[in-house]
């Protein structure tokens, strides 16, 4: 026996496909045989499996704890929940060696797929193609498993509340906060939070539904978010919080109705840790605005700027023992207080406390930030076998001018009038570009060296890739 896999589905950073296309119950029966001889060879003997509220999830589910079992690993099954609450099983439950979380994130409902922690850490880029390779070579151990239930939910919760200890709850009585799962994982552990949180709160599609009726949930596309700004302005609340589908990335806006990125939502998280942990590393991936780094070195920190991709940053954080990380795509991952995964529910909890902390609403520490004109994040098209050779052409002919060229994660080029990048996708053959300026004429400039360095390596900034 063995099992080849579609090449289309083993990501960087997790496994995922198109449900009945390139992904299937025989694809996850596969993946738990391996991940389970994997683990039992590394002296485990539990994992915790876990899905989001898509429509094929439970059936993969099903497959997958077959195939633990078959090769002889125990499971626990947490059902369904937000990805972070299959972290948190994997975190704090003593007799759980690893966990797996069948998770479709933001992509579209027809697609699925997977999630791993291993020992403690992520299980990604060399480890997904190993699980390939033996998968395809039949390497995988017999055995018999157990498999029993238990529901985590609630103290899941009650641990995100933890979120808000040391912080007078009476002075967060008027606090008045609208919130919205999107039809996501998030729905359940939503309702349960809010009901534990002081203030009053306004909830929107807590209802889990995979076929996502309202919007789609990606809280990092600004048209997402317009029922939420909806909400937030009839009902004159004080911010609004907003979840991606398996509830591990962050939307969030002030009471304005203006956005609140990735980055600045870490500029006001690094203010709020650095008074804890003075001098601490603050990690954000490339492409983060430069306000962020220079606003974490304003405070006293120190700014590290690392690759996309949340099982990179994930890792950087161990290495380098920060406390407090975070991405342009929302995931925010706090090891201060917490468990160092991306947890958007907690993300939303410590932005009360942050607020609190500071003295501030959320909508003055938003009011606060520098004005920067930036892109949003541009993606196009591009053949596979050059999406990581034109940032390295482009490296090679800005050697020797004046631009100044960090190559942590493709190219960001800083210049006088701001800085730009250019990067490969991970998991998709798509170049990603993005610039930033503090003027319209900056952004302009820095937007027509990419055409030019682009035009240079014989591409075109061409039309918008999907995710």
Known sequence: MSHQFDPTVLREYDIRGIIGETLGPDDARAIGRVFATLLRRAGGRKVAVGYDGRVSSPILEEALVEGLNASGLDVVRVGMGPTPMLYYAEASMEDVDGGVQITGSHNPA??????MVF???????DDIKLLG??????????GTGSSERRDILEAYVDRLVEGLDGIDKSGLAGLRIGWDAGNGATGPALELLASLLPGEHHLLFTEVDGNFPNHHPDPTEEKNLADLKTLVAEKRLDFGIAFDGDGDRIGAIDGLGRVIWGDQLLMIYSEDVLRDVPGATIIADVKASRALFDRVAALGGTPLMW????????SKMKE??????GEMSGHIFFKHKYYGFDDALYAAVRLIAASAHLGKSVTELRGEMPAMINTPEMRFQVDESRKFAVPEEVRDRLAGTDAQVDTTDGVRVTTSDGWWL????NTQDVLVARAESDSQAGLDRLMAQIDEQLAASGLVRGPQAGH
């Open 110 to 115: 027809n697609y699925n797929g997977f999630k």
């Open 119 to 125: 020992q403690g850490r992520p299980f990604f880029g």
């Open 422 to 425: 250019l990067r490969a996708s």
């Open 133 to 142: 390779s033996m998968a395809a070579a039949g390497e995988w151990d017999e």
């Open 320 to 325: 380098t023992g920060s406390p407090l990380a």
């Open 307 to 314: 690759k996309t991709g949340h099982s990179l940053i994930k």
